[in-house]
């Protein structure tokens, strides 16, 4: 893509059913580029890269993800990254934020979007071959001299890659699997669709706060216990056990906020037996103690 050319155009609003998308591009001058590859950044905003052509490799600090051609790959706002030494190119990025407008939205589209995207994991996503074509029309997009027709057409194809994002987070609402065992065949669906952390992930929002062991989740979700240690560890770079006591500790930071609760219901609230259990945890997470932190 020409680097200058697209600094005119920095941010595209999209706005469907009511919600407003808008994408940023990243990475594009000279200085952005050389950063990608040296030095372990994060942005405010989701990120998506798209590889079209070569095989791309990617570092966060939980793990490595290798991106072949047609694959995409999602991180959530704020999470350190850097290109991995062996890549020779970089691939298509940009930025990218998503809200309600004013009006009432459809929440059939909303609604499988928010639902990922408050989960905040990276999303690997494979045989994406629809969006790899449309990133590839729009590097040739910026060939052309037309910037009305460029931002028009731009335009047209994000709306493309939001609509293919939208089809495969859509799978997910078909279940809840926060209410019910999942089968052996409905996982089968997941894992072929790439999806299954999300499952995990709805999984244990849902159950965070009860006395859950690994065990009983693996069971649940017709999984054994190592592949769902080893699913865990590859989404979050944490253990099971280390992955919900964060989100107990993520909760209590909210309840915290309302001074009406005490520190002691707030830490049976969010699923710890013991005030000092609830104490070390927060601290060893936040660097403060409960009451520091209201």
Known sequence: MDNKQSMFFPKYDIDIENIRISFYFHG??????????????KHSEYIIYVSDK?????????????????????????????YSPENENICFSAGFTFEQNEHVCNEDVYTP????????????????????KTVQEINR?????SIVALLFRLKICFTLIIF??????????????????????????????????????SYMRAHFRENITLEQMAKALSLSTKQLSRIIKNTYGQT??????FM?????????L?????????????????????????????????????
């Open 113 to 132: 979007l928010s639902d990922f995207f408050r989960s905040l994991y990276c999303l690997h996503l494979k045989k994406q071959t629809v969006i790899a």
């Open 248 to 256: 107990r500790v993520e909760e209590a930071k909210k309840l915290l």
């Open 28 to 41: 594009m001058d000279d200085s952005e580029t050389e950063k990608e590859r040296t030095v372990l950044h």
């Open 258 to 294: 309302d001074k009406n609760l005490t520190i002691a219901q707030i830490a049976f609230m969010v699923g710890f037996s013991t005030h000092t259990g609830f104490y070390k945890a927060f601290k060893q997470i936040t660097g403060k103690k409960p009451g520091e932190w209201r």
């Open 141 to 145: 997009l910026f060939t052309e001299n």
């Open 164 to 201: 293919n994002l939208y089809d495969n987070l859509a799978y997910i609402s078909s279940v809840e699997p926060t209410k019910e065992d999942l089968s052996p065949e409905t996982m089968k669906k997941y894992k072929n669709t790439h999806l299954r952390p999300f499952v995990i992930d």
């Open 240 to 245: 099971f056990r280390k992955r919900i006591t």
């Open 54 to 82: 070569n095989t791309i490799y990617i570092q966060t600090k939980g793990r490595r993800f290798s991106l072949a051609p047609g694959e995409v790959l999602i991180l959530p706002p704020n999470t350190e990254h850097i």
